[in-house]
């Protein structure tokens, strides 16, 4: 179980990578008006997966007999809500007949604020490695 802490905590850096590289890649195009390529779907992808990967861990670190404590649920609520805005932003963008930066870039902005607040809904730090002490 302390394997699972470790891979969920340390996967949160890859998460909030991609994001940032997310969010630079989208706010450039958008800023130079750069036509939009299959670019953003594979970027706009890449963090929605690793995002995913990261709600399963912690969704199956905690059916896997982690200690919950009620801060958790702040975490679990903004984990899924960033989720679920980078996804639905995502589709709706690659639905558009002329998909852009914008959506993608508020989707995956939002998302890296909602993460953001639910790691420091358990009182952790946003970078620093933490203890497995629940």
Request: charged share 10%; no cysteine; proline share 4%.
């Amino acid at each position: 179980m302390r394997m699972l802490f470790y891979a969920h905590s340390g996967l949160r850096y890859l998460v909030l990578l991609m994001g940032l590289i997310a969010v630079a890649y989208f706010a450039f195009g958008l800023a130079t008006r750069r036509p939009v390529d299959k670019s953003v779907r594979i970027i706009g992808s890449s963090f929605a997966g690793l995002l995913d990967t990261q709600v399963l861990l912690g969704i199956v670190l905690l059916g896997s007999g982690w200690p919950f404590y009620p801060a958790l649920w702040g975490h679990l609520t903004m984990m899924v809500l960033a989720a679920v805005v980078a996804h639905v932003l995502l589709v709706v963008n690659r639905k558009r007949p002329n998909p852009g930066y914008l959506l993608p870039l508020i989707g995956v902005g939002g998302a890296l604020l909602l993460i953001i607040g639910g790691i420091l809904a358990i009182s952790r730090s946003v970078v620093g490695m933490t203890g497995a002490g629940g």
